[in-house]
């Protein structure tokens, strides 16, 4: 059984969840303080961290940096705040995915068993897929840059693997964010496949201004390679 961390102040919403996800086959733990999740973490590991950003005793921000500089545990922040600075400090922290309240609980399972799914990509026979410089093995879901490797979250990936297993092939914005959640397009907030494009070309772009590996296709979508 896969053990989630659950940090939210709001007991109301966090039982609601930890009901919900139970059913689902999780195991959850539930902390309403930051001090109480450091606790919880150092008792036992978890498969991951659902993190809510407002806690009383300070910023799920910080938790957030403790949880990535110990390890590699998937994280999803949960948050009222759905500018894009929020979302972009979150994902530049560390997490793995980030989810606005309020939210619909098919959406946040959907979206905590993709990035589950990270240690088990999309394909999982060994392909090697190569556009502008940048490669993609897909059995050991590992990205290079130029022969570097270049560190990509869960879902930053899957977008990416979405985009390069269809080259040459232009995607709409729903078909990709069904592709990478799992879910109707309708569940998913869209300012988010803003960010994860962004943030994707600043890591494998050499101009992230002018891509060539990840292009816009004005009013249908995106495509990868020419």
């Known amino acids: 059984m896969l053990s989630v961390l659950f940090v939210e102040d709001d007991a109301t919403i966090a039982m609601g969840v930890e009901y919900s996800l139970k059913q689902d086959g999780f195991q959850v733990s539930l902390a309403y303080r930051l001090e109480e999740a450091r606790d919880l973490l150092k008792r036992q590991p978890f498969d991951l961290v659902l993190l809510d950003l407002g806690l009383p005793d300070g910023s799920g921000y910080e938790l957030c940096k403790e949880i990535r500089a ?20 979150g994902l530049d922290l560390g997490a793995d995915d980030y989810l606005t309240k309020p939210f619909r609980l098919r959406e946040l399972i959907s979206r905590m068993k993709a990035v589950l799914r990270r240690r088990g990509p999309l394909e999982t026979s060994e392909r090697s897929l190569t556009c502008g410089g940048v490669t993609v093995l897909t059995g050991q879901a590992r990205v290079y840059k130029d022969g570097r490797e270049v560190l990509l979250t869960a879902l930053e990936y899957r977008l990416l693997l979405t985009l390069f297993l269809n080259q ?22 869209d300012n988010t496949l803003t960010v994860y494009i962004k943030r994707l070309r600043e890591k494998l772009e050499d101009d992230p201004q002018n891509p060539v590996i990840i292009k816009t296709v004005r009013g249908l979508g995106y495509q990868a390679g020419d």
């Open 70 to 89: 110990a390890g590699d545990t998937p994280i999803i922040m949960l948050s009222a705040r759905d500018e894009e600075a929020s979302i972009v400090l």
């Open 168 to 189: 040459k092939r232009v995607l709409s914005r729903n078909q990709i964010l069904s592709s990478i959640w799992d879910v109707d397009e309708d569940f998913v907030n």
